[in-house]
């Protein structure tokens, strides 16, 4: 298949055409022609890399009512993604070969995205003996983040040897950082606010705690730590004073986080309800400039989807997490392009190319992600209308879930179309398959 695409404004620069052919951008370049291609007219179009995605809960196996690896990789290329990496906490758990294969061979089946399956850091989840990491970073999934995202990995010596076991395939621990003795029965961010709604806690230490700690011990073993959710202005002060000591640690934040706040807890209504919880003005205003000076990596986006009766409850009894992938691009673009933060080239870099290298999917020849939009590489990419609008919808999305925090919001930027080596997944808006 061949496609030619025309006057695409690459990074937001000037109007070009780009070919793509055999999975690869062939040519970018000014009046390009084909014969046989498929045009697609970019006019006002801003092209960005394909968007990778670090922190992705697809709930198969386990929960296939909730989503399904092939309804959360719908999701994800209309969002602009071409690589979502599938958190461990399904049922069974991915703590074993066999699992990670498992995802990963529904993920190609799917066809849509490239599922890249986390494993499991403790067996079960359970914070108690190491995983066979081993055997699933050297499975067909080749794993390379392991997470027990859910949960921390709160013990410090399990902690320490997981560091230190995954850097013998150059892996990475994606911690969950939340003190659990600092949280029990927590329900939202710990200040006035909570103490007026009458809602437990979650105190900003119990993430600062962890981070601190295992900053530290990364330092100490040599290893590399990635920081799931992100969510405090202390969190981004110790990720600065770590990179600035040349720990090799790496961060994401999540468009919500980048967005929406505590006050949204004033509804009650569960669906702001999420792991860690949503903040104050000024631990927003503190991601956002972390993000926008490097100090946080990534955007991730925490994609949790809930089916209704976990979710449509009392507060208290509702379980955390909020759909993402679908929104994550607009939220960027609200929360950091239109206010000057961040330009295109950032917003590539922020959800393509820093995840990409962080999850080691950029030295994977024809599959590899977050490579730039040139010529000889794989054509991973998307097209955004950074001038429409629209309000989300919750019953249009492709998740099978429902628990959007933005339903009803206006939202900047639409993703236009979307491509997987040269195929798209994504045409005028609507999904392919
Ligand atoms: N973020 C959440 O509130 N929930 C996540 C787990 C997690 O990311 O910690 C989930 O799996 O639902
Ligand atoms: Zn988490
Ligand atoms: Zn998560």
Redesign the pocket.
């Known amino acids: 298949m061949t496609v030619l695409i025309k006057g695409a404004r690459v990074l937001g620069g000037e109007p070009a055409d780009l070919l793509l052919a055999d999975g690869r951008v062939a040519e970018v370049g000014q009046r390009l022609d084909a014969a046989g291609a498929t045009v697609v007219d970019a006019g006002g179009l801003v092209a960005l890399p394909g968007l990778v995605d670090l922190?992705t809960?697809l709930r198969e196996p386990g929960r296939e009512d909730a989503e399904t690896v092939e309804t959360g990789s719908r999701a994800a290329a209309l969002g602009g993604f071409t690589a979502v990496h599938a958190?461990a906490?399904t049922d069974p758990v991915a703590d074993t070969a066999g699992v990670v294969e498992q995802v990963w061979r529904l993920g190609r089946k799917a066809g849509l995205v490239d599922v890249v399956p986390v494993g499991a850091v403790t067996v079960g989840l359970r914070g108690e003996r190491l995983a066979e990491l081993g055997a699933m970073a050297d499975s067909a999934a080749r794993v390379r983040v392991f997470s027990d995202?859910?949960h921390c990995v709160a013990d410090p010596a399990l902690m320490r040897r997981a560091l230190e076991y995954v850097k013998a395939f150059d892996g990475v621990v994606a911690q969950?950082a939340e003190e659990p003795r600092l949280t029990a029965g927590a329900q939202m961010n710990e200040g006035d606010r909570s103490a007026r709604l009458g809602l437990a806690g979650w105190p900003a230490a119990a993430e600062e705690a962890v981070i601190a700690r295992d900053v530290l011990l990364a330092q100490h073993v040599g290893a590399r730590l990635h920081v799931?959710?992100v969510s405090t202005a202390g969190s981004v002060e110790i990720l600065r004073w770590a990179k600035s000591r040349g720990v090799q640690v790496t961060a994401e934040v999540t468009p919500h986080h980048l967005l929406l706040t505590e006050a949204c807890a004033e509804s009650y209504d569960p669906v702001f309800k999420?792991?860690p919880p949503l903040r104050t003005d000024e631990d927003v205003l503190a991601l956002r400039q972390g993000l926008a000076d490097g100090t946080i990596d990534a955007v991730a986006t925490?994609h949790?989807p809930?089916a209704v009766e976990d979710k449509e409850s009392e507060w208290a009894s509702a379980?955390?997490?909020?759909l993402g992938l679908e929104q994550a691009l607009a939220v960027v673009v609200q929360a950091l392009v239109e206010p000057g933060l961040l330009d295109w080239a950032g917003v590539a870099d922020r959800m393509s190319v820093r995840p990409a290298a962080i999850g080691r999917l950029s030295g994977l020849g024809d599959r590899a992600h977050g490579r730039p939009l040139a010529a000889g590489e794989p054509a991973n990419l998307l097209l955004l209308d950074p001038a429409a609008r629209s309000v989300v919808d919750p019953a249009a999305l492709a998740s099978r879930s429902r628990n959007s925090p933005y339903a009803g919001r206006e939202l900047p930027g639409r993703v236009v179309a979307t491509f997987l080596r040269g195929e798209a997944t994504v045409l005028d808006g609507k999904a392919v398959r």
Request: aromatic content about 0%; overall charge negative.
């Open positions: 922190h809960h958190m906490n995202d859910g969950h799931c959710h999420v792991n925490d949790a809930h379980r955390p997490g909020m």
